[in-house]
């Protein structure tokens, strides 16, 4: 658990760094109405992006390949992905079609996989997610964090069900 919480610690340093070029970035929420939690949701110009922290240097279990840790966030993101659009777009109405896009941050040293959902080292996870195309205005975006927070209550990381 400790490198969980060091690795989404450590992500989300780097991704409040958003919040100065016009992101929102929430931290630690679950999904209304399941046990299903997101480490960070950035919500800016292009839409949505969840992102799930993992360790590279002891990721849980102990001993389970990086590679088999990115590949059960990356299945777990693909699940979630879909569960995210509906709240979101049960929140917002008619009119709106709102990209999310998955994206899983390692702590440790790890290739950058070009796959969706996208794989980055947790030091690059902010510049990757400002380069997606943009396509709201503030006043959307605005609408977008108030639906992100609604569907996804704050879950802090030690209240994650087992």
């Known amino acids: 658990m400790k490198d969980r919480a060091t690795a989404t610690s450590r992500t989300a340093r780097k991704l409040d760094r958003l919040t100065a070029t016009g992101w929102v970035v929430l931290h630690d929420r679950r999904l209304?109405?399941?046990?299903?939690?997101?480490?960070?949701?950035?919500?800016?110009?292009?839409?949505?992006?969840?992102?799930?922290s993992i360790s590279a240097d002891g990721a849980p279990p102990v001993g389970v390949p990086v590679a088999e840790s990115v590949h059960v966030a990356r299945v777990r993101l693909h699940q979630l992905v879909p569960r995210i659009v509906e709240q979101v777009s049960v929140r917002l109405g008619e009119g709106w079609t709102a990209l999310v896009y998955p994206v899983i941050a390692v702590n440790g040293s790890t290739p950058v996989v070009q796959e969706s959902p996208?794989?980055?080292?947790?030091?690059?996870?902010?510049?990757a997610i400002e380069h997606h195309p943009?396509?709201?205005?503030?006043?959307?975006?605005?609408?977008?964090?108030?639906?992100?927070?609604?569907?996804?209550?704050?879950?802090?990381?030690?209240?994650e069900p087992r």
Do not use: C, K, N, W
């Open 118 to 127: 996208q794989v980055y080292r947790y030091q690059d996870a902010s510049a």
């Open 32 to 52: 209304v109405g399941t046990e299903e939690t997101l480490d960070h949701v950035a919500i800016g110009p292009d839409g949505i992006t969840a992102v799930q």
């Open 134 to 159: 943009r396509s709201f205005s503030r006043m959307q975006v605005t609408d977008l964090v108030m639906s992100v927070e609604s569907a996804f209550p704050f879950a802090p990381l030690g209240d």
